[in-house]
């Protein structure tokens, strides 16, 4: 069965560093997300990716965070200068022409 | 007032209970419902859709109340594999297509 792959599963990093967290989304699908989760807090939506442009954003997603599909199959989170509040598990879903969003296994962000 | 909102729990049910989780949401706009379950420092998986109509999926039924902006979730015959958090998961706008969550409701089910 085809799923959402993520990596690294785990990032430790210090704060001002850049991270850039990697997804390969299901190979059919053409919309793309980012979610977040801090940890014992619920789910919450940074970006939506369509047709290789965002559309649409949260107000968390500011000017610190942005997305790329560089190649057929990646699409990447980037945090420029990481915080100690973007400490949390970043999930990467994928949907193709029905609702169903597919969600990776996440990869748990660290910021010391 | 939140977008999604549940009962935290836990609900601590023994094997072969019947258990029953509630969801309100805000926008009353709301176009699309789900109950995704999510186990510890696991992703979300979705456990069913929610129709108008009601709908079950084996020990599984889901109802949704436009009217009241009310989604529930019935776990018949509770097993020890089902304890995880229940999110109860909204789209809001369906242009977007981002989903909303509720914060979940932990099910416990005990031998």
């Known amino acids: 069965e085809p799923e959402v792959t993520q990596t690294p599963s785990h990032q430790v990093t210090q704060m001002g560093q850049e991270v850039i967290l990697r997804c390969v989304p299901i190979?059919?699908?053409?919309?793309f997300y980012w979610y977040r989760q801090i940890l014992g807090q619920k789910v919450e939506f940074l970006v939506s990716?369509?047709?290789?442009?965002?559309?649409?954003k949260s107000e968390i997603f500011d000017d610190q965070f942005s997305v790329e599909r560089p190649d057929g199959s990646n699409f990447t989170l980037k945090i420029r200068s990481t915080k100690l509040e973007d400490s949390a598990m970043y999930f990467c879903a994928s949907r193709g022409g029905q609702e169903t969003q597919y969600f990776g296994p996440g990869t748990r962000l660290l910021v010391l | 007032r939140k977008e999604v909102e549940q009962d935290p729990g836990p609900f601590n049910v023994p094997e072969g209970a019947t258990v029953a989780f509630n969801c309100t949401y805000s926008n009353s706009a709301s176009q699309s419902f789900f109950w995704y379950r999510q186990d510890c420092r696991k992703e979300p998986k979705l456990l069913m859709s929610?129709?108008?109509s009601g709908n079950e999926d084996g020990r599984f039924t889901a109802q949704l109340n436009r009217a009241s902006q009310y989604i529930s979730l019935l776990i018949r015959d509770s097993k020890l594999s089902d304890s995880a958090t229940y999110l109860c998961v909204v789209i809001v706008d369906t242009g977007r297509r981002a989903l909303t969550f509720g914060s979940g409701t932990r099910l416990q089910v005990q031998p």
């Open positions: 990716f369509y047709n290789n442009e965002i559309s649409e």
């Open positions: 190979s059919n699908h053409l919309y």
């Open positions: 929610v129709y108008s």
